[in-house]
């Protein structure tokens, strides 16, 4: 889906709203509106996460979801309740392994309704104005 975003910046009536910065890497960064697109990384089987593989409206699967997250400050937060614990174990009897318990209270949360939306039946097709 990136890939069409990005053609779609050579189209007159898009090209506005999507730029290419650089991230605090030093990376190439496509952003929309000032808000940073992101690929999701492939799962441990190697599949796409986002594929083109999701139910269609007319039938079919032949479409994707694009999620919008803002992540500014009373939108959605991470919260936690107390400090990380952290506790050693000892080395396992059969083999050369330590074994630490890590413990740690923690949660996201939605402050604001228009924090996270889900933008469902997109096509695998240009991306217009």
């Known amino acids: ?6 053609a779609a910046q050579r189209t ?8 290419f ?18 690929v999701p990384y492939e799962d441990n089987g190697g599949t796409e996460m986002l594929a083109f593989d999701e139910a269609a409206a007319g039938g079919g699967t ?24 952290v506790r050693d174990l000892g080395e396992l009897q059969g083999s050369p392994v330590f074994r630490t318990r890590v413990e740690w209270l923690m949660s996201i949360v939605l402050e604001h309704p228009r924090a996270a939306a ?7 097709a240009a991306v217009t104005a």
């Open 21 to 38: 910065t650089t991230d605090a890497f030093g990376r190439r960064a496509t952003t929309y509106n000032d808000l940073p697109i992101v």
């Open 1 to 6: 889906m990136r890939r069409l975003i990005t």
């Open 118 to 124: 889900r933008l469902r039946g997109i096509t695998n």
């Open 62 to 85: 032949a479409s994707t979801s694009i999620y919008v997250v803002n992540m500014s400050p009373g939108f959605l937060s991470g919260i936690q309740n107390g400090a990380m614990e």
């Open 12 to 19: 007159v009536g898009v090209a506005g709203t999507i730029q």
